[in-house]
C-alpha cells in the first residue's frame, strides 16, 4: 500500500511554541546558543504531548534546525513533526519562528555562523505514556 501524506493546515499554533518564543524576546542579556536548544526542546516535547493527547495520533519522528537568515541579522527556529493517524497516513505538523540575532551571545552566534545550521532529533517525550507513543 502505498504511504499517503495529510500535511496539516498551516503552522503548530502552541502555547509552549509561544511561551518560549515570548521568554526569548524578553530576556534582558543575549543567551547562550545552548540554552535556547534546552528552551525549544522542553517546547517541542509539549507541542508531540499536545497532539497526541487530541488522540488518533502516533508520534514517530521530529527535527528541530536552528540556522541563521537574512544576511546573518535572524535566526530561525523550525521544528517539524511526524505523526501517523489511525489509518497510517502521515501527519507533518511544523513550528517556525524567527527572531533577532542580538539575542544569542557573540560566541554563540560565531558558533551559528561555523556550523551554518543546526539540526537535532526530536525523540518522543519521556512523559508520552506507552498507550499513546
Known amino acids: 500500500m502505498e504511504d499517503r501524506w495529510i500535511i496539516a493546515s498551516g503552522i503548530i499554533i502552541s502555547v509552549a511554541a ?13 543567551m547562550l546558543l545552548n540554552d535556547l536548544i534546552d528552551s525549544y526542546s522542553e517546547a517541542c516535547d509539549e507541542i508531540i504531548l499536545q497532539e497526541l493527547g487530541k488522540g488518533g495520533l502516533r508520534y514517530v519522528s521530529g527535527r528541530l534546525t536552528i540556522a541563521l537568515a537574512e544576511q546573518d541579522k535572524q535566526i530561525l527556529v523550525n521544528s517539524e513533526y511526524y505523526f501517523q493517524n489511525d489509518q497510517n497516513e502521515w501527519v507533518r505538523k511544523t ?16 558558533e551559528l555562523r561555523t556550523k551554518g545550521e543546526l539540526i537535532f532529533e526530536i525523540a518522543m517525550p519521556a512523559e508520552a505514556s506507552p498507550v499513546t507513543a
Open 95 to 110: 513550528n517556525n519562528e524567527q527572531f533577532n540575532v542580538s539575542y544569542l551571545t557573540s560566541q554563540s552566534l560565531d
Open 18 to 30: 509561544t511561551v518560549i518564543y515570548s521568554a526569548v524576546r524578553k530576556r534582558n542579556k543575549p
